[in-house]
């Protein structure tokens, strides 16, 4: 899978854990695997899983369930694993792209995915090899972000990078708050061959603490701080700052509104 929005490699493993990880994260990753687990499944495929926000969760909600977490950038599951001790014996981190999966038909009971599909660059190929891993009553669980209006801690990332790139400004944070309109995945998902859809829509709020880190997290926590690099003239530091201050102002007296859509949809059988 290439896409450069989705090279999440160098430093961004440890800015996106500790600088977005609290902010955005956290609370969904709560919820997803509350999904999951009410299902009970035995086996559990993770994709996208990043450094490992979810994974956790998974483990703790599923106490005899086996779970194969994966993600398309190693240096990210380098990150998940040190969250995990050697004795812990139901995980196992493996490198996958989610539109090719290396695994065979049938071997989970549950696949969830939080905040990744944007990123992939083929999702309805992504859902076909979802629907082809699960086992027959299988669920495939996701999450996306919702627009930009909706989650202003993303409209305040694409608008920093404009205001400093007034040509050909950094597009990362359009990816992963532009894969939202319900209609279009709803009918992806049936045409994968999945039924049984159920979709909400979650909103939470987080209290701005420390926006320093939200602020390193904003920019250097994702592809966009390669972007920035790749243009020139512009040190990411210099973006940090401007990122904690637009934080200050916006969030002083109010809280952050984030608001995902969570996808749950089952395999026949």
């Known amino acids: 899978m290439t896409n450069n929005a ?15 990880g609290p902010l955005l994260f956290v609370d969904y990753a709560d919820d997803i695997a509350r999904r999951a687990a009410a299902y009970s499944p035995k086996r559990v495929l993770e994709t996208a899983a990043g450094t490992g926000i979810v994974t ?25 694993a040190k969250k995990f001790k050697r004795f812990e014996s139901r995980i196992a981190f493996r490198p996958a792209d989610a539109t090719s999966l290396p ?31 699960l086992a027959p009553g299988g669920h495939y669980i996701f999450s996306v972000w919702d627009s930009h209006r909706h989650n202003p801690f993303g ?33 992806a998902l ?14 939470k709020e987080h209290k701005l603490t ?26 990411p530091v210099a973006v940090v700052a401007a990122a904690k201050t637009a934080h200050e102002r916006e969030f002083a007296s109010r809280a952050i509104p984030l608001q995902a859509i969570v996808f749950d949809a089952r395999k026949a059988g």
């Not at 049938?106 to 629907?131: L, T, W």
């Not at 049936?190 to 909103?203: E, M, P, Q």
């Not at 926006?211 to 250097?220: E, F």
Request: hydrophobic share 45%; with cysteine; charged share 25%.
């Open 6 to 20: 989705a090279g999440f490699t160098g430093d961004i493993p440890q800015h996106y854990d500790e600088g977005l």
């Open 56 to 80: 956790r969760r998974l483990y703790e909600a599923l106490p005899e369930a086996e779970i194969l977490a994966t993600d398309l950038n190693e240096p990210m599951l380098q990150w998940a």
């Open 103 to 133: 695994f065979a038909d049938n071997m989970c009971e549950a696949i969830v995915c939080q905040f990744g599909v944007m990123f992939f660059p083929d999702k309805e190929k992504s859902y076909r090899e979802a629907h082809r891993v």
């Open 155 to 187: 409209r305040i990332g694409h608008e920093l990078a404009a205001s400093f790139f007034p040509v050909d400004p950094p597009q990362f944070y359009n990816v992963p708050f532009g894969y939202h309109a319900i209609d279009p995945i709803k009918e």
């Open 190 to 203: 049936l045409a994968a061959g999945f039924s049984d859809l159920k979709i909400a829509v979650v909103k």
């Open 210 to 235: 420390d926006a320093a880190a939200r602020a390193r997290g904003m920019i250097l926590g994702n592809p966009i701080v390669d972007q920035i690099k790749a243009r020139g003239s512009v040190d």
